[in-house]
């Protein structure tokens, strides 16, 4: 069966700091990969997909991520963190014929000043 | 374009009570998914709708769970018997097809049953 993993549960980072958020998903095609951010108490907004083509995929907000098929990774990067920054990052995986998402557990970020 | 919109944001319940929630989704778009979310984990996947038809539903809908699209418009999803487990957030969101669409999440239903 398909799955996310998220390794990192809570990530504490400086503002002005370079962020990577880890992804590694179990899919035995080409996956269908997200991520997603959510602040406290909100839905969820897409930060960027990836289905195919160019393996580094840019997204709102200055977040970028690459997807690694040796690794089964899609790693989520910024190059400057902002305090608004400050939320939960889910990656999720396309299953199904009839595309439900399966997300990983999320990472907590959190911006020092 | 209003977005997917949920009703009511928060709920609280005694144990016992039936409770349902509302979700408008995006205007044309025909699927339509429910999901659940507890503290500190990802949404996990409830049901699944193409246009009034429900089509997939998780293992996690038990018989105390019920979900209705009519007409292809809003959907219900009805939590009868609520037990202090079924305290989450709920989330509802929709895509159109073709395939590769991207799911467009509403604010969810956060339901506290005590």
């Known amino acids: 069966a398909q799955s996310v993993t998220q390794p990192d549960i809570h990530i504490t980072v400086s503002e002005g700091a370079s962020l990577e958020l880890r992804c590694n998903y179990s899919?035995?095609?080409?996956?269908?990969l997200f991520w997603y951010v959510q602040s406290p108490g909100q839905g969820l907004q897409l930060l960027l997909k990836?289905?195919?083509?160019?393996?580094l995929v840019q997204g709102i907000k200055g977040f970028e991520a690459e997807f690694k098929r040796s690794q089964s990774s899609f790693n989520l990067r910024k190059p400057s963190v902002h305090w608004s920054d400050a939320a939960e990052y889910f990656c999720?995986?396309?299953?199904?014929?009839?595309?439900?998402?399966?997300f990983g557990a999320g990472t907590r970020l959190a911006v020092h000043p | 374009d209003t977005g997917v919109s949920q009703d009511p944001r928060h709920k609280i319940t005694k144990r016992g009570q039936n409770v349902t929630f509302r979700c408008d989704p995006i205007?044309?778009?025909?699927?339509l998914y429910w999901y659940r979310q507890t503290l500190g984990q990802g949404p996990e996947f409830l049901t699944y709708f193409q246009n009034e038809a429900q089509l997939e539903k998780s293992r996690l809908l038990s018989d105390r769970f019920s979900a209705e699209r009519p007409k292809g418009s809003f959907s219900t999803l009805e939590i009868q018997r609520t037990e202090q487990g079924d305290s989450a957030m709920y989330l509802c969101a929709s895509s159109l097809t073709p395939s590769k669409e991207t799911q467009y999440f509403g604010p969810g239903t956060r339901l506290l049953v005590l």
């Open positions: 205007s044309e778009h025909n699927r």
């Open positions: 899919y035995g095609a080409t996956p269908y």
């Open positions: 999720a995986v396309v299953s199904g014929g009839y595309n439900k998402l399966i």
């Open positions: 990836y289905f195919s083509g160019d393996t």
